[in-house]
């Protein structure tokens, strides 16, 4: 069975940077697509960034292009969110998750397209 851990979450100033990492366990890490997503309070849980199975494609939402840089190392099975140039309007409960088919072939943004969620970790980022 899959799991899935986040960690590196924290309270930040606004323009600072902190890096999020996902642990995954299972042997067939590689062949899924994973993407981070996040929900502030009062809030739906949105898409952050997406990336493919082997790392050659990625997906960004518009609030974070330029700023957010997802990656991938599967030897580790680890995925990770570098945030830089942080802003208040980040802040939010972060979640990576697992996609729902291996093999994909694009990074898929769609919430729907993933099954398996981690526990989340709270990004807190001052003014």
């Known amino acids: 069975q899959v799991q899935l851990v986040e960690s590196g979450g924290g309270v930040v100033q606004a323009g600072d940077s902190l890096r999020v990492s996902c642990a995954a366990s299972?042997?067939?890490?590689?062949?899924?697509?994973m993407g981070w997503f996040r929900q502030a309070p009062g809030k739906e849980r949105e898409v952050v960034a997406a990336?493919?199975?082997?790392?050659?494609?990625?997906y960004y939402a518009d609030s974070v292009k330029g700023r957010f840089t997802i990656s991938r190392d599967n030897t580790k099975k680890m995925v990770y969110l570098q945030m830089n140039s942080l802003k208040p309007e980040d802040t939010a409960v972060y979640y990576c998750?697992?996609?729902?088919?291996?093999?994909?072939?694009?990074?898929?943004?769609?919430?729907?397209?993933?099954?398996?969620w981690g526990q989340g970790t709270q990004v807190t980022v001052s003014s």
């Open positions: 998750a697992r996609s729902r088919q291996p093999d994909l072939l694009v990074a898929t943004p769609n919430l729907s397209d993933y099954n398996t």
């Open positions: 299972g042997r067939t890490f590689s062949r899924y697509g």
């Open positions: 990336i493919r199975w082997n790392g050659f494609n990625t």
